[in-house]
């Protein structure tokens, strides 16, 4: 359950993704270098940068200058193998035999280039890592003749991704809260028309009702210990979750779709078999929902592409689950959603001082131990669009946490819900808890830019939807009501209409 920006590939202090632009006057290309600002600074701009014609040296490590020639690589940049020296001893060989630019390729993963401090002074040419791939890419596009510049476009805090994470979740809190109570008033309705000579139970009304102070806690409680399972048997339980997501995502979208056919009055042509009756529409629907999740499962580490199809299933996801769950009253959304605020805080600030690296459990969990390896499908992507250099090394991407949509969306949903109960035509307190919500949001972005690091959202959404609901019920005199819930709730057999 937290916002913030995040990068595919090594972290660590003046170490920056930059741009290799190569061409040989028709055909240009650009990839990806990792350098050091601790070195020689490259420019910010393709105009500014200097041109130099590229020699291909990956046959050599560059360790000693014998056998090549000052004349070969005099003026020009010079692209050698990773390995068998430091990277600064390379520098000062290429330096020496007049080379303007050191490239060098690695099989590897790209880290930053760095030396002892006293070796960065020696050093006056750029020096960068590429992808050993890439120069094999470059050299079947270019040939021999290739001309290289190296610039390093500055880093931008503030990224239209925000704007379209920020969209994302209002709209699918707003769509499921609306959900909910348009489902309400169906429940309402049967209600009304079985008086009381049925009894409404939790599978009756097809809703799952949380309204016993200890389930909640019981929920909360399970919630913390699935996440410390997750931190110590990541590399086995994050198959699971995966194909829990894959089934659960897929009725989520079939529900969510399903709904909107019916709700455009798309008929449905039904035939049976041996007794048992299909409909064409939901046979169509269920093979598009389970075709979309098998795409994404086999293609979930296809990073260019697939966050459209994760966000699509997370968006589902959270509807359905807020529309299948229910809080029966305020007085459950407090504990709920104050709960949930102590288990963000404390798995997002307090963690990092009991783990062996210094990183918080949430953090670790959310995006895998190994960056490159396995993620949990729990967060909506948005690739960082103004992050070119960036994007060319690893996707970059910002991140907000399902739960920052779920929790405060149950709260979204009650207040519908009562809306309806309550026979409010405004649907003052739905629209006001989306406003608060979106507050809560706009208040977690901007300390996010301030304070450069992520933050748990539930930190800000929770105090803003919980007071303006609070402030609202209190306000229009309905604070009792609200807080115990309405005649037409749902609490089990025992109670009866």
């Known amino acids: 359950m937290k916002l913030e920006i995040i990068t595919f590939i090594s972290q660590q202090i003046n170490c920056q993704e930059a741009i290799l632009h190569i061409s040989n006057g028709n055909t240009n290309r650009e990839y990806c270098i990792v350098y050091n600002q601790s070195w020689t600074p490259l420019s910010q701009t393709l105009e500014a940068a200097l041109q130099y014609p590229l020699v291909n040296m990956t046959s050599n490590v560059l360790c000693n200058s014998s056998g090549i020639s000052p004349d070969v690589v005099k003026g020009k940049a010079l692209v050698v193998m990773r390995g068998d020296c430091d990277f600064s001893h390379k520098a000062l060989v290429a330096q020496s035999l007049g080379a303007t630019t050191l490239l060098i390729a690695s099989n590897n993963t790209l880290v930053t280039p760095s030396a002892n401090d006293s070796e960065y002074a020696k050093v006056h040419i750029p020096l960068a890592l590429t992808r050993y791939r890439d120069f094999l890419e470059a050299q079947q596009v270019f040939g021999e003749g290739m001309q290289v510049q190296l610039y390093a476009p500055p880093h931008s805090k503030i990224d239209p991704s925000i704007a379209v994470m920020l969209l994302i979740a209002i709209v699918t809190v707003a769509l499921g809260g609306y959900w909910s109570g348009a489902y309400g008033i169906g429940v309402v309705k049967k209600?009304?028309?079985?008086?009381?000579?049925?009894?409404?139970?939790?599978?009756?009304?097809?809703?799952?009702?949380l309204y016993s102070p200890l389930k909640v806690v019981i929920f909360v409680g399970l919630m913390c210990g699935m996440l410390v399972l997750m931190y110590f048997f990541y590399n086995v339980l994050v198959y699971i979750i995966i194909a829990i997501f894959c089934m659960a995502s897929a009725s989520a979208l079939f529900s969510c779709l399903d709904a909107v056919m019916e709700k455009i009055g798309c008929g449905t042509v039904s035939f049976s078999v041996r007794n048992w009756n299909f409909s064409v529409r939901s046979l169509i629907l269920a093979a598009v929902c389970i075709s979309i999740a098998v795409v994404w499962g086999v293609y979930r580490n296809e990073d260019r592409w697939i966050w459209i199809l994760q966000d699509l299933l997370g968006i589902a996801f959270c509807l359905n689950f807020m529309k299948t769950i229910s809080l029966s009253n305020f007085k459950i959304c407090v504990i709920l959603l104050s709960l949930l605020l102590v288990y963000d805080v404390f798995f997002v600030f307090i963690t990092p001082f009991f783990?062996?690296?210094g990183v918080s459990i949430m953090v670790q969990v959310a995006l895998g131990p190994d960056a490159s390896g396995e993620k949990l499908p729990v967060v909506m992507r948005v690739p960082r669009f103004s992050a070119w250099a960036q994007n060319l090394c690893g996707m970059q991407f910002s991140i907000l946490g399902y739960g920052d949509i779920i929790v405060p969306g149950l709260l979204v949903a009650y207040c519908s819900r009562f809306d309806v109960w309550i026979n409010s035509r405004r649907k003052v307190y739905f629209i006001s808890c989306c406003?608060?919500?979106?507050?809560?949001?706009?208040?977690?972005?901007a300390v996010m830019l301030l304070s450069g690091m992520g933050q748990?959202?539930?930190?800000?959404?929770v105090p803003f939807t919980l007071i303006t609901s609070a402030v609202v019920a209190g306000c229009r005199g309905e604070m009792r009501q609200f807080w115990a819930g309405t005649n037409y709730e749902v609490r089990g057999p025992e109670k009866i209409f």
């Open 355 to 357: 783990t062996k690296n």
């Open 456 to 461: 748990p959202a539930l930190l800000y959404l």
């Open 435 to 445: 406003i608060a919500y979106l507050l809560g949001m706009i208040m977690t972005f």
């Open 191 to 209: 209600q009304y028309i079985i008086c009381c000579s049925a009894i409404i139970s939790d599978s009756d009304s097809g809703e799952l009702f």
